[in-house]
């Protein structure tokens, strides 16, 4: 049974640019949620895609979006970075009969 | 909307003391989930509590759901220093798998040797 798997690990990007972050699923989830932690705090709910449609979305901008693939994989976009965004971005898969949520290892984004 | 208050938000204990951590809902609990992260990185499964009452334990670590006072607490047993991190409680609808888990703000946990 695979884990949740995200990349890249880190990243430095400018303000103003645009950043996409990967995430796969864990084998027999189907829905993905992705999460802001800033330094401190506990993870924020961003949206949840479940069969490719965004099912759930937190208090946050449209500049962050995100897909869903056919393999149940998923991908979050964030546009016109602000230096607010660095953070670190937190993937779960969800949806098998255990009912549980099983996290990725984040990925660690700092806008410059 | 729902909201979880952990308590404390620190705490360093001796090697080898127990320690509690609670996590207190501002609406009814239908279910909690418990997370350690070390700094900076992902979170780790601990325990899913899904009804009221419910006790789980893994290893030295024990956790309870008081669904009346909309509590859940964590309590770890003879800590030790492979403990230390940060944990996280965590609120969601165990019945809607499309709802997502509302989160604490995290205790961090520091074990002196």
């Known amino acids: 049974e695979t884990g949740v798997t995200q990349s890249p690990t880190h990243l430095i990007k400018t303000r103003g640019q645009q950043v996409t972050l990967r995430c796969s699923s864990q084998?027999?989830?189907?829905?993905v949620s992705w999460y802001q932690q800033a330094l401190g705090q506990g993870p924020q709910f961003i949206f949840q895609?479940?069969?490719?449609?965004?099912?759930g979305r937190g208090n946050f901008p449209p500049r962050f979006s995100g897909l869903q693939f056919p393999n149940y994989s998923s991908e979050l976009n964030v546009n016109a970075l602000e230096l607010d965004d660095s953070a670190l971005y937190l993937c779960?898969?969800?949806?098998?009969?255990?009912?549980?949520?099983?996290f990725g290892s984040g990925t660690r984004l700092t806008v410059v | 909307s729902q909201e979880l208050e952990q308590s404390p938000q620190s705490l360093i204990v001796q090697e080898g003391k127990n320690l509690t951590i609670n996590c207190t809902s501002s609406?009814?609990?239908?279910?909690l989930y418990w997370y350690k992260q070390k700094y900076g990185e992902g979170l780790i499964f601990l325990m899913m509590l899904q009804k009221g009452g419910e006790e789980k334990s893994h290893e030295k670590i024990t956790a309870k759901l008081d669904e009346k006072k909309q509590q859940s607490s964590l309590h770890i047993t003879a800590s030790q220093p492979s403990h230390a991190g940060i944990y996280l409680c965590g609120a969601g609808s165990l019945y809607n798998q499309g709802g997502k888990l509302i989160f604490g703000q995290g205790t961090e946990l520091s074990v002196k040797p």
């Open positions: 084998s027999g989830h189907n829905t």
């Open positions: 609406k009814t609990l239908y279910g």
């Open positions: 895609y479940y069969r490719e449609e965004e099912n």
């Open positions: 779960a898969s969800s949806g098998g009969t255990d009912f549980g949520y099983t």
